[in-house]
């Protein structure tokens, strides 16, 4: 079955070969973008990756440094609630004839003290 014969001219043919040219380069293109697309997928991917990585680790860090920081504060309540409940002898007296008399023995051996320290570094 033979159809009718057509005649094409040259300007015709040369467009059909542009065209067909241009529709393979098109799709040397679109396969060049698609695997460029591909690779910045692998890239992202492996970035998102890492920031989970990155991000569990920073939230067992914190996991860490939340429940250190829970056992300091509980061992700091615990030491104040021992210590307050001790009664320390330094600390024990108040304003009574002997307590101004401790005051008295501890400002003159201070002041002693000082006048010592500035007689021995004016003869130096």
């Not at 991917?45 to 996991?63: S, V």
């Not at 320390?88 to 010592?116: D, H």
């Amino acid at each position: 079955m033979n159809g009718p014969e057509v005649t094409i001219t040259w300007e015709t043919y040369q467009t059909y070969v542009r065209r067909l040219q241009e529709a393979e380069n098109g799709e040397e293109e679109y396969k060049k973008r698609y695997i460029d697309s591909q690779k910045h997928l692998k890239t992202t991917e492996e970035k998102i990756y890492n920031c989970d990585l990155e991000l569990q680790e920073e939230k067992q860090k914190n996991h860490f440094l939340t429940a250190e920081n829970k056992f300091l504060k509980e061992e700091l309540i615990r030491l104040q609630e021992e210590t307050g409940t001790q009664q320390r002898p330094e600390c024990s007296w108040t304003w009574s004839p002997e307590g101004l008399v401790k005051l008295a023995l501890c400002v003159g051996v201070v002041t002693a003290g000082a006048a010592l320290l500035a007689k021995a570094f004016k003869f130096i």
